[in-house]
């Protein structure tokens, strides 16, 4: 079976959004989206994660015996994270900081591990690599946007810049953050709804027109 | 023509509807809201006119957005949500600024009432979580700038920051904190407009009593709450008037805790309710130092389910199955 890896971006990034769709990963989406900027630094770290580790697994996927696969997947997870937390802590030590234990923790994100074993561990590297990317683009657009939204309504800032002096604390808490997934999830159903709906009204409408020229034919 | 009903006999018919139910909450506010105006000057009615409009208004707009026509909406009015904006102002301070009380009525009926299915459905209660939003979004505006009311200069308001009544009670510096006719009355305290008068929201709890809205339970949860501190405070009976008659426990346990939707069903899980929100009221207020009322009923209303789950009521003419050693007996 052949995958267009314009159908795997736009899985990743929106029709199989991993967080808003999917639910994967929700631990760093509730604890770090009180900032727009966690959010970029967030989903650029998994997303170099999840493409290297994918792209391994992928590679590996004929050699890894099944019974001893998720240590494996681990192991590989683990040696990018590691890498990934050495090259954040000497070049862009503020990033590394605000992410916190968040950084290392990407090991055991439930997104990384699901995609190794719903996707890398079945098909070839490259669709791999394409999907670690959308999946990546898409946790970093989700994260990036409830971030700023709970930065704008929770701090009157967005990327650290102040908007007004406006502010609702509600949205800095805990409690903000399970309202404000709530919300987004919310919002991601609705929109896919009714697109959703509205492909359907037009297939149905396309449908009968063909109908109705067959009819037209016939008379 | 009237519809033909039919459902299973005996039907008593009551006019007790939900409508009539909240207009006597309404009611039974209005001494409270009035000693407010008196103690706090006419800032009391933009703010509480506003938390009432604003709830009206937000339950308007969620039927209209669901799509309900005019007509359905008007007549399923039943002013739940008054009571709720009414509750919401009473709880807030005569010096807050003008959109707290809007943005707090919005979210208790839209989040807290109307997405978990309007009334009847709301899983606490909305009035509440309306002032706790409030309390944890501005902090800064809550719990600075209480207001004291004066009775020798009624109307006039003087701001202050230091410690509440009710923070003086639990430090036990007792040559600060008013005398409990003082307390009772609410002239000179600092607090919500609501809340201070005691008197007001008797008055308030009585009538509701003589016309059955509510029983006599809550008493417990005000008698509780007062034993177990002093209790805590190692048996010193100087605390029990003191502490019952200072800050809100008078408002949220007539008025709050007694909520038909987020109270459990039977008569033994409701003196349960009753007596766990005094203890935790007691122990939290010692413990923090600080009013706990409102936290302390928003987090017994989530263990309503709990208790509801545990307190199996016994069936009308149950009777215990006989042991076995009679049923060997006969034979």
């Known amino acids: ?219 | 023509m009237e519809k033909l009903l039919i459902s299973n006999s005996p039907h008593i018919r009551s006019n007790s509807t939900t409508k009539r139910i909240m207009i006597d909450v309404c009611i039974a506010l209005l001494p409270a809201f009035l000693m407010g105006i008196v103690y706090f000057g006419p800032m009391c009615i933009l703010i509480v006119g506003l938390a009432v409009l604003s709830a009206v208004l937000a339950e308007f707009c969620y039927k209209l957005i669901m799509k309900k026509p005019m007509r359905v909406i008007l007549k399923e009015f039943d002013y739940t949500s008054v009571v709720t904006g009414l509750l919401l102002g009473l709880n807030l301070h005569s010096t807050v600024a003008w959109y707290l009380p809007i943005l707090g009525s919005a979210f208790a009926i839209i989040v807290v009432k109307m997405i978990f299915g309007g009334t009847g459905k709301n899983f606490v209660n909305p009035a509440l979580a309306g002032r706790i939003f409030l309390f944890i979004s501005f902090s800064a505006i809550m719990a600075n700038g209480w207001a004291t009311t004066s009775i020798r200069n009624i109307g006039g308001v003087s701001l202050t920051t230091g410690a509440t009544a009710l923070g003086s009670v639990l430090k036990g510096n007792f040559d600060k904190i008013p005398s409990n006719l003082d307390l009772f009355l609410g002239t000179g305290i600092a607090g919500c407009i609501g809340e201070t008068c005691k008197a007001a929201l008797l008055l308030g709890g009585i009538y509701l009593l003589v016309r059955r809205v509510i029983d006599w339970k809550p008493v417990i949860y005000i008698l509780v709450t007062g034993l177990w501190t002093v209790v805590i405070k190692g048996f010193d009976f100087n605390y029990f008037l003191p502490s019952i008659l200072s800050g809100g426990l008078f408002l949220g346990a007539i008025f709050m805790a007694t909520d038909y939707v987020t109270c459990p069903n039977t008569k033994i899980g409701t003196y349960i309710y009753y007596v766990l929100l005094g203890v935790i009221t007691a122990w939290l207020r010692v413990r923090t130092g600080g009013e706990v009322v409102s936290f302390v009923i928003f987090v017994m209303n989530l263990c309503v389910p709990l208790i509801d789950r545990f307190v199996v009521p016994k069936p009308f003419g149950y009777q215990k199955p006989e042991k076995k050693k009679s049923e060997k007996g006969g034979n």
């Open chain 1, 1 to 219: 079976m052949k995958v267009k890896a314009k159908d795997l971006l736009l899985d990743g990034i929106l029709r199989q959004n991993p967080v808003l769709k999917l639910v994967l990963g929700t631990c760093p989406t509730l604890a770090l989206t009180t900032a727009a900027m966690n959010g970029v630094g967030m989903g650029l770290a998994v997303t170099f994660v999840l493409i290297c580790s994918n792209v391994i697994i992928s590679a590996l996927r004929n050699i890894i015996p099944s019974k001893v696969r998720i240590p494996a997947y681990i192991l590989i997870i683990a040696t990018f994270v590691t890498i990934l937390r050495m090259v954040l802590n000497k070049f862009l030590p503020s990033i590394a900081t605000a992410l916190g234990s968040y950084l290392p923790l990407i090991v055991v994100n439930c997104l990384i591990l699901g995609r190794a074993e719903a996707f890398a561990s079945k098909n070839p590297v490259l669709d791999s690599a394409v999907d670690g990317l959308g999946m990546g683009l898409g946790f970093m657009l989700s994260l990036t946007l409830m971030g700023a939204f709970r930065e704008i309504l929770g701090t009157g800032c967005i990327f650290g810049v102040e908007l007004w002096s406006f502010k609702i604390e509600f949205f800095t808490h805990q409690a903000g953050a399970l309202f404000t997934f709530a919300i987004f999830i919310a919002v991601f159903v609705g929109i896919s709804n009714l697109i959703s709906s509205m492909r359907a009204k037009k297939m149905i409408k396309e449908y009968s027109d063909k109908n109705n020229e067959v009819k037209e034919e016939i008379a």
